[in-house]
T-cell receptor, first 115, second 113 residues
């Protein structure tokens, strides 16, 4: 049981390049989330998927797109990377079987630098 | 807007002492709170949670206290160890039933020998 896994661990892009961050969970969780973490700041929600087949914007969605590929996988895409998107990106998942808020479990993160 | 915040950005604790990390929240409708620990270079790790119908919950060496009257949350770590050195975040549910969490900026806990 690996929990939440993310690839790649590190990435350097040039301004304007595109890339997709991959996330998978093996806990059979319904909900998945993408956050970014900047120095001295808390985690900010980019997008979330409450259940398979649905996605919604979070606090800072501009410049990103997401795909809930299946129940296990939730990817984050940067179509045209900008230096402001330099950050650490975390994927998380939660069970939400009862419809109540519950614990989110996080992956190890992807450290992205945009030059 | 309403937000979660932490009183102390850095907390220095001697090994073996108890640690208390504080968190203020301003959304009176929040019904669920979580404490996370984040070690350098790693993702946040769940420590303990508490729902608004409780005022105290204990785990292994950790206790979370919730004071809804003053909208205050605290995490107590008993007999702090070097492995407890990390950034600690509190988070509150601000989005109703679907699970939207708002995180504070974090408190750095440094355990000294």
């Amino acid at each position: 049981n690996a929990g939440v896994t993310q690839t790649p661990k590190f990435q350097v892009l040039k301004t304007g390049q595109s890339m997709t961050l991959q996330c998978a969970q093996d806990m059979n969780h319904n909900s998945m989330y993408w956050y970014r973490q900047d120095p001295g700041m808390g985690l900010r929600l980019i997008y979330y998927s409450a259940s398979e087949g649905t996605t919604d914007k979070g606090e800072v969605p501009n410049g990103y797109n997401v795909s809930r590929l299946n129940k296990r996988e939730f990817s984050l895409r940067l179509e045209s990377a900008a230096p402001s998107q330099t950050s650490v990106y975390f994927c998380a998942s939660s069970a939400r079987t009862s419809g109540r808020t519950d614990t989110q479990y996080f992956g190890p993160g992807t450290r992205l630098t945009v030059l | 807007g309403e937000s979660v915040g932490l009183h102390l950005p850095t907390l220095s604790v001697q090994e073996g002492d108890n640690s208390i990390i504080n968190c203020a929240y301003s959304n009176s409708a929040s019904d669920y709170f979580i404490w996370y620990k984040q070690e350098s270079g790693k993702g946040p790790q769940f420590i303990i949670d508490i729902r608004s119908n409780m005022d105290k919950r204990q785990g292994q060496r950790v206790t979370v206290l919730l004071n809804k009257t003053v909208k205050h949350l605290s995490l107590q770590i008993a007999a702090t160890q070097p492995g407890d050195s990390a950034v600690y975040f509190c988070a509150e549910n601000i989005g109703g039933s679907w699970g939207k969490l708002q995180f504070g900026a974090g408190t750095q806990v440094v355990v000294t020998p």
